[in-house]
C-alpha cells in the first residue's frame, strides 16, 4: 500500500539552527501538506501546497519557515532558525485531491535545544 | 474561527461499544474526519462525512447533522488495539481554506 515517508524520524538541532524535514508523498497524489503537533497537544495545520505553490498557510507559518518540492518526489519543509518552541513533531500528509483525506507520513520528531 | 470539542478521556471494556462526541461551530463546512493516532504515530484516516447521516465502516460507525454541528464516531466490538487518541477534525471553505482544522482528540482506553 502507498505510503507517505518522512525524514529523519527524529531530529536534534540547537537553537538557532537551519533544519530541513523531508517527505516523500504518494506518487499520484496532487496536495501536500505540513502539520505539527506540539507533546500533548493538538494537530496544527502549517501550510498545503498544489501546483508547486502555497496554497494556503496558517498564522504559524511566518518568515521563518519555508516549504520546497525541489523535484517530482519531494516536498521539503525548511525552519530557517529554529527557536525552542519549535520543539513538535512535524507531519507531512498528502491526498489525491482537495476534498478527500490526507493520509499522514510517520512524522518527524523535532527536538531544539 | 473554528471551535471544536470533543472529551478529553474516555474509559470502555473490551468487546463492548463506545461513542465518542465530537461538536463544533464553523462557518463554510466543508465535511468532517475522524482519524485515529495511536501515541507516539501519525493519524490514520478513519472516516469522512459531508452530508447527514451514518457512515459504517466495519466496526467503525461515524454519524453527522450539520444543523446541529454535531458528529460521533462508534466503535463497536472494541479491541484492546483500539486504546488510541480519536481526533475529529473540519474542513472548512471560507476565503479558499480548505485544511482540516483539529480538536484536540479523546483518548480511548480500552480495559480487558
Known amino acids: 500500500e502507498p505510503e507517505v515517508t518522512q525524514t529523519p524520524s527524529h531530529q536534534v538541532t540547537q537553537m538557532g539552527q537551519e533544519v530541513i524535514l523531508r517527505c516523500v508523498p504518494i506518487s499520484n497524489h496532487l496536495y501536500f501538506y505540513w502539520y505539527r503537533q506540539i507533546l500533548g497537544q493538538k494537530v496544527e495545520f502549517l501550510v498545503s501546497f498544489y501546483n508547486n505553490e502555497i496554497s494556503e498557510k496558517s498564522e504559524i507559518f511566518d518568515d521563518q519557515f519555508s516549504v520546497e518540492r525541489p523535484d517530482g518526489s519531494n516536498f521539503t519543509l525548511k525552519i530557517r532558525s529554529t527557536k525552542l518552541e519549535d520543539s513538535a513533531m512535524y507531519f507531512c500528509?498528502?491526498?489525491?485531491?482537495?476534498?478527500?483525506?490526507?493520509?499522514f507520513g510517520q512524522g518527524t520528531r523535532l527536538t531544539v535545544v | 474561527g473554528q471551535n471544536i470539542d470533543q472529551p478529553t478521556e474516555m474509559t470502555a471494556t473490551e468487546g463492548a461499544i463506545v461513542q465518542i462526541n465530537c461538536t463544533y461551530q464553523?462557518?463554510?463546512?466543508?465535511?468532517l474526519f475522524w482519524y485515529q493516532q495511536h501515541a507516539g504515530e501519525a493519524p490514520t484516516f478513519l472516516s469522512y462525512?459531508?452530508?447527514?447521516g451514518l457512515e459504517e465502516k466495519g466496526r467503525f460507525s461515524s454519524f453527522l447533522s450539520r444543523s446541529k454541528g454535531y458528529s460521533y464516531l462508534l466503535l463497536k466490538e472494541l479491541q484492546m488495539k483500539d486504546s488510541a487518541s480519536y481526533l475529529c477534525?473540519?474542513?472548512?471553505?471560507?476565503?479558499?481554506?480548505?485544511?482540516?482544522?483539529f480538536g484536540s482528540g479523546t483518548r480511548l482506553q480500552v480495559q480487558p
Open positions: 500528509a498528502s491526498g489525491p485531491d482537495r476534498n478527500t483525506e490526507a493520509f
Open positions: 477534525a473540519v474542513r472548512v471553505m471560507d476565503t479558499g481554506r480548505r485544511a482540516l482544522t
Open positions: 462525512n459531508v452530508l447527514d
Open positions: 464553523t462557518s463554510g463546512f466543508n465535511g
